[in-house]
Each structure stands twice: as structure tokens, then as C-alpha cells.
């Protein structure tokens, strides 16, 4: 059973929602009905493949294990407390390095949907363990966290610290109530850019540059242009229905998921996109991989000025986000043109003086959007790996 694509998905979906609800109108707790219900629909999802069920339940003894270890480690004042936990980070990300750089030679390669996305939860958590952020952790809470089922397969990503919150949080039934019409309101939206604008943009993507042809160079040019436009739309409204869908599916459960979208194309620089684009993606990767490595390279004088830094940073921080999408040109290429492209947009914000005495003008905004989305579109003909191999009209 796919999830967000299936109508036996919905179906089970609508059961486990009309439970909550009667649960959360009785002012019940909702954790443990929601790590039930999770056990159940992973269950359904895995339904028609036994390997990747096996895979995905060792999974997730191998990352308890690991947090158990990490936590001990550190409650106890273990002998080289930090060199362990590195190995057991390092153990925890080897499950998804070995899955993405296996499917590069061969397609069915021993994995499950989700792995990309429970891993970045599991590695949160040794992270923020190993920061004194996080003490313990119940059994059944991490299991509850690694598992909940509206995110999955395509997140948002959550935190854990967040999650726990709302898992101690005691919802009236009018506080439920609010939760529940607004949560109501994101999984309409969600169907809406899935089902509507997804669809309409992904037959545009084939017939706009088909009806354009070839004939001449001017057309060809035109037909790859639309397609590109098209292809990232349609990106967009097929993320981001399974992104706002889940939303409105944990908040009936009680968590309040966070929001993954917000006006992406309206973004006036490279940065601001990455604020409005995947954003729990983006987030996560700000905290755990462009601070620390930041704040690495400040300690030890890696460069020579905190410009230079925060540039190789940024470079650093979207090549792991290309290759956490896949070991493939296409997503790597990715990751570094959006590096290089936020490390321009520091450089410039930084630097540049016409920056500083026209950023608040209309008009420098107006352009500085335009030229934001050209190089957006072309990022997503990058990811696409139209812009290696254009398509033929």
C-alpha cells in the first residue's frame, strides 16, 4: 500500500482519523492509540514485501540499540565517551550511505521506503543526546517517534524534543478540536495540490513541450524552458500535497507536524527559498550540519575570515543534502549548484555595497526575485538531470 497514492491509504487513513477524533472528543490521551496505529499502517506499507519488512524491523532494533549505547555513554561518564558516540553516529548514517551507494548499481537494492528520512530522526537524537539536550528517552516514545505514520515516507522531518511535547501535551476537547479543524483544513489543501495541481502540471510537462516541437531552435529552446518550469511545478504541488496531507493527518493524532512549504516561488534570494522550501529538511540540516561544521572551522582556524566560512559551509551543508537524495550526478550536481549559490548569496548580502543601499527598494526586490527563479528553475532541471539530458520534442 503506497502512501498519500493509494485509495486503500485513505481508506485506512479515514478509519484511524475517526478513531482519534472520538478519542480526542473524549479528551483521551492519543500517544498510545497513535503508536498503534502506526504499528498497524507500516504494516499495511510493508504489506507486499517481506525483505524490506525484515530490513526495516532490523532497522529499527540496530538504531535502538545505538541510542541505548549513546545514552549510557553519557549518563555514566563512559571512558572515551565522544570517539564511542562518533562510531555509533557513524554506524547509525551506514545503513543509508550502503542503501543510496547500492541502488546506484542495482535498482531493487535491499532498502525501505522511509529509510532517508527515519535516519535523520535516529541521527537527531544521538546528536542532541551527545549535546546534553536530550536525557532519556522511554522505549516506546523513540519506537512511537521513528514510526509515526504521516511522515513516513516523505516527512516533514520532526524533532524529537517536539514530538515529546506534544506527547505529554493534555488536549481539551476544545484545544483538540481547533487542532483537529485546522488540521482538517491542511489535508484538503494537501489533496487539492496532490490530486489537482499535480496532476495538471504533470500532463503540461509532456503536452506544453510537445505542442511547442522542435522546428526550429528558438521552439526547441521554448519546449525545454516550459518543461522546466512545468517539472518544478509539479515538484512542488506533489511535495508539497504529501507534505501539507501529513500535516493535517498528526495534527488528528495530536502532533503538531511542521510545516514543510510556505510560498516557496515568492522568495526574493537563494536563502530565503531554502527558508520557505523543504523547510524541515533545511532546518535540519542548518542545526547539524552547517553550525557544527561552522562552528568546527571558527575553533580550529580552518580559513581565514568568517565570510570564507560560512561559504564553505554552505557548500559543504547542500552537498550532503544532494547526496542524502541520491549518489547520482544529476542530485549531487544539485546539492553543489545550491551551495555555491547560497555561498554567492553571502558574498553578496556581505559585500557587495549596491546590495546594502538598494535591498529594501522595490524594484531591486522585484529583480532579485526574478533572477532567484531562474536559477531555482534551473536547479530543479538540474535535479531532473534535464539539464544533461534535455529532453526530446
Known amino acids: 500500500m503506497g502512501f498519500y497514492t493509494e485509495p486503500a491509504f485513505f481508506i485506512a487513513t479515514a478509519v484511524v482519523a475517526c478513531i482519534a477524533v472520538v478519542l480526542g472528543v473524549l479528551e483521551k490521551p492519543l500517544h498510545k492509540y497513535g503508536l498503534a496505529a502506526s504499528v498497524v499502517m507500516l504494516a499495511l506499507l510493508f504489506s507486499d514485501s517481506l525483505p524490506s519488512l525484515v530490513f526495516f524491523l532490523a532497522y529499527l532494533v540496530y538504531s535502538f540499540a545505538l541510542e541505548r549505547f549513546v545514552e549510557r555513554l553519557f549518563r555514566t561518564d563512559a571512558p572515551h565517551a565522544v570517539e564511542k558516540y562518533r562510531i555509533a553516529l557513524a554506524l547509525q548514517i551506514a545503513p543509508l550511505a550502503v542503501y543510496k ?4 548499481f542495482e535498482p531493487t537494492f535491499l532498502g525501505f521506503v522511509g529509510i532517508s528520512y527515519i535516519t535523520f530522526k535516529a541521527v537527531q537524537v544521538l546528536i542532541e543526546i551527545r549535546d546534553g539536550l536530550i536525557g532519556s528517552i522511554k522505549p516506546w516514545r523513540y519506537l512511537y517517534f521513528l514510526v509515526f505514520f504521516p511522515t513516513f515516507t516523505s516527512g516533514p522531518i520532526l524533532r524529537s524534543r517536539a514530538f515529546e511535547k506534544d506527547l505529554d501535551r493534555a488536549l481539551p476537547r476544545d484545544g483538540y478540536l481547533e487542532l483537529l479543524y485546522r488540521g482538517a483544513g491542511w489535508f484538503i489543501l494537501g489533496a487539492l495540490y496532490k490530486f489537482v495541481g499535480s496532476a495538471l502540471t504533470g500532463w503540461l510537462m509532456w503536452f506544453a513541450p510537445a505542442a511547442i516541437g522542435g522546428a526550429t531552435p528558438a521552439a526547441y529552446a521554448a519546449a525545454q524552458v516550459v518543461y522546466a518550469l512545468m517539472y518544478g511545478l509539479n515538484l512542488f504541488f506533489d511535495f508539497a500535497g504529501y507534505s501539507h496531507m501529513a500535516v493535517g493527518v498528526g495534527f488528528a493524532l495530536g502532533v503538531e507536524v511542521p510545516r514543510n512549504f510556505r510560498a516557496p516561488f515568492l522568495s526574493v534570494d537563494i536563502k530565503d527559498f531554502w527558508n520557505r522550501w523543504h523547510i524541515t529538511l533545511s532546518y535540519w540540516l542548518r542545526d547539524f550540519v552547517f553550525m557544527r561544521f561552522t562552528s568546527a572551522a571558527l575553533a580550529h582556524e580552518w580559513f581565514k575570515s568568517t565570510v570564507t566560512t560560512a561559504c564553505i559551509a554552505y557548500i559543504v551543508n547542500m552537498l550532503v543534502m544532494g ?3 541520491g549518489i547520482t550526478v544529476d542530485y549531487v550536481l544539485y546539492g553543489l549548484y545550491h551551495g555555491l549559490l547560497l555561498a554567492a548569496c553571502e558574498l553578496i548580502q556581505r559585500k557587495w555595497g549596491f546590495y546594502k543601499k538598494h535591498k529594501k527598494d522595490r524594484w531591486f526586490r522585484v529583480c532579485s526575485w526574478a ?15 534535464q539539464a544533461l539530458c ?4
Do not use: Q
Open 101 to 104: 551507494v547500492g541502488v546506484v
Open 323 to 325: 547526496f542524502w537524495h
Open 371 to 385: 533572477v532567484t527563479m531562474v536559477a531555482v528553475f534551473y536547479g530543479f532541471a538540474l535535479f531532473s538531470g
Open 390 to 393: 534535455p529532453i526530446a520534442v
